[in-house]
T-cell receptor
Framework: EAGVAQSPRYKIIEKRQSVAFWCNPISGHATLYWYQQILGQGPKLLIQFQNNGVVDDSQLPKDRFSAERLKGVDSTLKIQPAKLEDSAVYLC??????????????FGQGTRLTVV | KQEVTQIPAALSVPEGENLVLNCSFTDSAIYNLQWFRQDPGKGLTSLLLIQSSQREQTSGRLNASLDKSSGRSTLYIAASQPGDSATYLCAVRNNYGQNFVFGPGTRLSVLP
C-alpha cells in the first residue's frame, strides 16, 4: 500500500515570496490534515479536510496561508507572502473517516521550508 | 482545550535497557491516542494506536498503556537498541474534535 506522498521535500525561499506544497493521501482516506512542525516542537494542526470540505482551520493564518482539496483527493497548501517564522516542516497526514473503527493517522515525509 | 505534555524531554540510555516514556493529557474525553516515532529530518511513523476503550497495545518490543481517568499513557520499550534512537511523540484525538493534538516529544538516544 502506497503511503502519503508529499512534494517537494525541501524548499528555500526569500521572505515575501510565495510557495506551494502538494500532498497525495493514502487511497480511500477521506480525512486529510496539514500540520506545521517548528524545530524542537510537536506538530501543530493548520487545517483538516473531510473529503473536499474544511473541518477545522481555526489555527490557519488565513492572511497568508491557504489550502484546498478540490476533488477530495490530493491537496495543496500555499503560503503567500512567506515570513521568516514560517520556517518549519510541513507535514501532511491522512486517515479514514472519523467515527470508523480504525482512524490511525499516517504521515508523509514532510516538506522542510526555510525562509531566508 | 486539550494540552499534551511528555516527560522526559530527552533521554540517553545504554543499549539493552528497558525504558518508559510518559505522556500526559489534560482532557480525558479522548477518542484515541497514537504513539509516533520521528527520525531526524523525516516524517512521523505510526507505532501504536490505542482506542479509548483499550488499556494497552503491544507491537514487538513496544507496549503502550492508557489510563484515561488519570490522563496518562506510557510507552514501554524493552531491550533498547541503537536503532531505537529517535524522537517519540504522542498524540491524542478528542471525542468532540477530529484532529490530533501532539505533545512536544521525547528525544531518545540509545548508546551502543
Amino acid at each position: 500500500e502506497a503511503g502519503v506522498a508529499q512534494s517537494p521535500r525541501y524548499k528555500i525561499i526569500e521572505k515575501r515570496q510565495s510557495v506551494a506544497f502538494w500532498c497525495n493521501p493514502i487511497s480511500g482516506h477521506a480525512t486529510l490534515y496539514w500540520y506545521q512542525q517548528i524545530l524542537g516542537q510537536g506538530p501543530k494542526l493548520l487545517i483538516q479536510f473531510q473529503n473536499n470540505g474544511v473541518v477545522d482551520d481555526s489555527q490557519l493564518p488565513k492572511d497568508r496561508f491557504s489550502a484546498e482539496r478540490l476533488k477530495g483527493v490530493d491537496s495543496t497548501l500555499k503560503i503567500q507572502p512567506a515570513k521568516l517564522e514560517d520556517s518549519a516542516v510541513y507535514l501532511c497526514a491522512s486517515s479514514l473517516v472519523w467515527g470508523q473503527l480504525n482512524t490511525e493517522a499516517f504521515f508523509g515525509q514532510g516538506t522542510r521550508l526555510t525562509v531566508v | 482545550k486539550q494540552e499534551v505534555t511528555q516527560i522526559p524531554a530527552a533521554l540517553s540510555v545504554p543499549e539493552g535497557e528497558n525504558l518508559v516514556l510518559n505522556c500526559s493529557f489534560t482532557d480525558s474525553a479522548i477518542y484515541n491516542l497514537q504513539w509516533f516515532r520521528q527520525d531526524p529530518g523525516k516524517g512521523l511513523t505510526s507505532l501504536l494506536l490505542i482506542q479509548s476503550s483499550q488499556r494497552e497495545q503491544t507491537s514487538g518490543r513496544l507496549n503502550a498503556s492508557l489510563d484515561k481517568s488519570s490522563g496518562r499513557s506510557t510507552l514501554y520499550i524493552a531491550a533498547s537498541q541503537p536503532g531505537d534512537s529517535a524522537t517519540y511523540l504522542c498524540a491524542v484525538r478528542n471525542n468532540y474534535g477530529q484532529n490530533f493534538v501532539f505533545g512536544p516529544g521525547t528525544r531518545l538516544s540509545v548508546l551502543p
